[in-house]
């Protein structure tokens, strides 16, 4: 593979930057070293693809705010830890507030079910592949007492963004594999049309990455923007139909701001009116005062990593004042966050 792709940076003869928008192909590129694989002249950068780095500081306070006033916060390990602008919801639970870290949008709902005096809210993050199952619980009719945050993000307006920021030179895209087994690959037919960029569906082993890297280079020797899917084993042209249903009955988009990127137009999830009941926003009082980041939050470069624009390395935080263990910006929290996977293996994994 590595020889294949040599040849065909050779018939190219320029530089070609490719991104994904996935922090689980973040890691397998940097577990197995894939990027000492690559020719040279050939970078392959992550894009905005981890929810919780994309969180925005303002979501995090309006879930502090909520467990501040005594309802208990449920929400993923990853979010557990990401600042907001003074707190942390772990800050907020060291402080005496109640926040419980689930691993399903169902065992939240099994919270609230168990604790029928209280108010469960379930700060709800992630991408097309978690906002189908949080549509799905808040279909089936959940408890009284339960409710949620939204903090869904929708990738197809984000890519484009990215496609259209005038400092970010991709000539084509590997999209996440899991989202796709939800949408479909046939969602981005229009992006193809539209910035005449090629985009390859992939899976996750080191193959599928590998893979889907040669099916893009074949594309941009060809000079040709297409679209392929190389996941033809979980992933349909269609996706998951029933799922897709249930998710737009649920959510519609909004504009939204992702952190350290830009607001984008039509790229956050947010209930539907007839899920009203359940809108976490509706129910509790979510406008927490708004001090101004921490100094050291302003020096955070993770929106500039985000688009493409920089690596971790070349922020003067990295692995000094921000690590795992004391972490400035959401990239160095999450386990799909691209700082947290290169501190991981190692500064620049490229073996």
């Keep these: 593979m590595a020889d294949r792709l040599e040849t065909l940076m050779a018939d190219i003869d320029e530089p070609v930057s490719l991104m994904h928008v996935c922090g689980s192909h973040e890691q397998a590129i940097a577990k197995f070293g ?9 970078s392959v950068r992550m894009g905005p693809g981890c929810p919780v780095c994309v969180t925005n500081m303002p979501e995090v306070d ?4 909520i ?3 005594g309802a208990t916060v449920a929400t993923y390990g990853d979010m557990f830890r990401v600042p907001g ?11 005496g507030a109640s926040v419980e870290v689930v691993y399903s949008a169902s065992e939240a709902v099994e919270l609230a079910a168990a604790n029928p005096e209280e108010e469960i809210v379930f700060f709800a993050t ?5 906002a189908a199952p949080t549509a799905a619980i808040l279909d089936a009719d959940p408890p009284a007492n339960f409710s949620v945050l939204s903090a869904h993000k929708y990738v197809p307006p984000a890519m484009e963004v ?17 989202a796709a087994t939800i949408t479909g690959y046939g969602l981005f037919e229009p992006f193809v049309e539209t910035y005449e960029l090629p985009i390859v569906v992939g899976g996750f082993e080191p193959i599928d990455v590998l893979l889907a890297i040669e099916r893009l280079l074949e594309y941009v020797r060809d000079g040709k923007a297409g679209l392929e899917n190389a996941y033809p084993r979980c992933v349909s042209k269609a996706g998951n139909e029933q799922a897709l249903e249930t998710m737009w009955d649920v959510f519609e988009t909004v504009p939204g701001e992702w952190r350290g990127i830009a607001e984008i137009p039509g790229a956050n999830l947010v209930l539907r009116d007839p899920y009203a009941e359940y809108d976490a926003r509706r129910r509790f009082d979510v406008e927490p005062v708004d001090d101004g980041p921490d100094p050291l939050t302003e020096q955070c470069i993770c929106g500039d990593i ?5 690596d971790p390395d070349e922020c003067d935080l990295f692995g000094e004042e921000c690590t795992p263990s004391n972490p400035v910006g959401a990239c160095m929290v999450s386990s799909e966050g691209t700082c947290k996977i290169w501190d991981e293996y190692g500064g620049h994994p490229n073996l």
Excluded: N, Y
């Excluded at 992630?126 to 978690?130: K, V």
């Design 34 to 42: 894939l990027r000492s694989m690559l020719p040279d002249g050939l």
């Design 62 to 65: 309006e879930a502090v705010a």
């Design 67 to 69: 467990a501040e006033q």
């Design 85 to 95: 602008t003074k707190k942390s919801l772990a800050d907020a639970r060291a402080d």
């Design 126 to 130: 992630g991408f097309e592949t978690t």
């Design 162 to 178: 990215v496609a259209e920021m005038p400092d970010v030179d991709i000539d084509g895209f590997l999209a996440a594999g899991h």
């Design 306 to 310: 985000m688009a493409g624009k920089a």
